[in-house]
């Protein structure tokens, strides 16, 4: 079946120090990788996608890269700011035909990142 | 993108009451759906609002306890009924459309129960 495994945290890192975020995943399809993020007390938003293998999305500093290979799309980011305190959620859905139509998100368990100034 | 909201934000309610939330998105789009999030959990499928019929639900999930409905392309609302302390969660509406943009799911803001 399709299924996402995150690193779990909670993670703390201390101001512009690297972040990575595991993610690897398992999938029949065609899927497409996504990284949600959660602020305190916020809904869940959209922080990046990609849809292809090698395809590498980004966003406010943060980069994730579509490993066929290694089925991972890690989070990454150079240098963290406090305000990057959040809730990370990756996701996958599936198309069962290439350009078909996508699944419902299936997500990770969420990994907490907590920055210290 | 699309522009979700949903009522109530938030609310309080005794256990064995029902509770209904609905969702409102600012355009017409294809798929619907319900998401549980527990405390410290990640977020669960709960069914698949379908227009015109009767919601899709996932394992673990029954209409008797959430029934949904789905007038239109633009509205859906989910009701929690019998609640019980453990439905304690944040319940989120999610929206996918090809017309607004290819492989993307849009989240409302959530709507956060409270069972005592």
């Known amino acids: 079946g399709n299924s996402v495994t995150q690193m779990e945290g909670p993670v703390t890192l201390s101001e512009e120090a690297f972040l990575t975020i595991n993610c690897t995943y398992t999938a029949t399809g065609y899927p497409s990788l996504f990284w949600y993020v959660q602020y305190p007390g916020e809904g869940l938003q959209l922080l990046l996608k990609?849809?292809?293998?090698?395809d590498k999305g980004s966003n406010k500093g943060f980069e994730a890269t579509y490993r066929k290979e290694t089925t991972s799309f890690h989070l990454e980011k150079g240098s963290v700011q406090v305000s990057d305190s959040a809730v990370y959620f990756c996701a996958l859905s599936v198309a069962l035909n290439y350009g078909g139509s996508q699944g419902n998100l299936i997500f990770g368990k969420g990994t907490k990142l907590s920055v210290k100034p | 993108s699309a522009v979700i909201s949903q009522k109530p934000s938030r609310d309080i309610c005794q256990r064995g009451t029902s509770l209904t939330i609905q969702c409102q998105v600012d355009s017409q789009v294809t798929m619907m759906f319900w998401y549980r999030q527990q405390p410290g959990q990640s977020l669960t499928l709960i069914a698949t609002a379908n227009q015109g019929s009767e919601a899709t639900y996932e394992s673990g999930f029954v209409i008797d306890k959430f029934p949904i409905s789905r007038p239109n392309l633009t509205f859906s609302t989910l009701t929690v009924s019998n609640m019980s302390p453990e439905d304690s969660s944040i319940y989120l509406c999610?929206?996918?459309?090809?017309?607004?943009?290819?492989?993307?799911?849009?989240f409302g803001p959530g709507t956060r129960l409270t069972v005592l």
């Open positions: 990609a849809t292809k293998a090698d």
């Open positions: 999610s929206v996918f459309s090809a017309w607004v943009s290819y492989n993307e799911q849009f």
